[in-house]
């Protein structure tokens, strides 16, 4: 990571896009620049009044892929932190996902154990790049197909397009981090695969446009945010390791 922050104007207005986003963004710019040269062509002052929102469209396609630094408390090293921008939508008691549940281990036995679970929502508006809440190894990752519902809603975590991780930190603890899609979602987009050893606020995935992120708290641990607050991804804290 960048050692010192960036305050510069352009920073905010031309900041570092991720590699998944480049893609949409050019297709956005060729289209409203085409759309550009026939409006010229044909003299049309309708057709030139409708090119401005286009770029300001392409704008808004390069800033939704958005990939800032992030800045990970140095003096904090029990620290779970989000791994996603948004708002806390739920906190729950729950068992950790099925489908991370190893073949051996009886469905029973695996729903007898309850994590809480911290949800955050995010909006069109917010950085949809993901970050891992704490150091450590993707011990099994698990991709599950599913619906579009609107991802506030407690019935995404088991009804919606998701992929699960469970994580095992360096101290031994294990917890899982699920990206869910929403109601404008449509691709999940890991980075990483089982066997990865990742270190705290370093980037495993984005989901395109709109969607939540469910952090399963290791045991013991206690979330230290509430329902609605504003979290940021790679720093806000969600808990401490024991």
């Known amino acids: ?3 010192k922050p960036d305050f510069s104007n352009t920073a905010y207005l031309l900041p570092r896009i991720n590699k998944e986003g480049k893609r949409f963004g050019l297709i956005a710019v060729g289209i409203a620049f085409a759309f550009t040269i026939l409006s010229s062509a044909l003299q049309s002052a309708i057709l030139c009044s409708l090119a401005l929102p286009l770029w300001l469209l392409a704008y808004g396609v390069f800033l939704f892929f958005r990939d800032p630094e992030r800045y990970p408390p140095t ?13 806390i939508c739920l906190i729950q008691e729950v068992p950790l ?13 695996w729903n007898r154990e309850t994590f809480t679970r911290v949800s955050v929502f995010m909006s069109v508006f917010n950085v949809h790049v993901n970050r891992m809440p704490t150091a450590g190894t993707i011990e099994r990752k698990a991709y599950v197909p599913g619906k579009y519902l609107n991802a506030s809603l407690d019935k995404a975590s088991k009804d919606n397009e998701r992929c699960a991780y469970l ?23 890991p980075f990483v695969e089982e066997g990865a050893e990742l270190g705290q606020a370093e980037r495993f995935g984005l989901i ?3 969607s939540r992120l469910d952090v399963y708290l290791p045991n013991g641990v206690k979330p230290e945010v509430r329902l609605g607050q504003i979290m940021v991804a790679g720093e806000t804290v969600l ?4």
């Open 167 to 189: 994580i095992k930190a360096k101290d031994g603890a294990k917890y899982g981090v699920v990206q869910i899609a929403g109601l404008v979602a449509r691709r999940i987009v």
């Open 208 to 210: 395109r446009f709109g």
């Open 239 to 242: 808990g401490h390791l024991n």
């Open 75 to 87: 003096d904090d090293p029990k620290a779970i932190l989000s791994p996603a921008d948004g708002r």
């Open 97 to 109: 996902p099925e489908e991370l549940k190893p073949e051996d281990v009886p469905l029973d036995d």
């Open 1 to 3: 990571m960048e050692n």
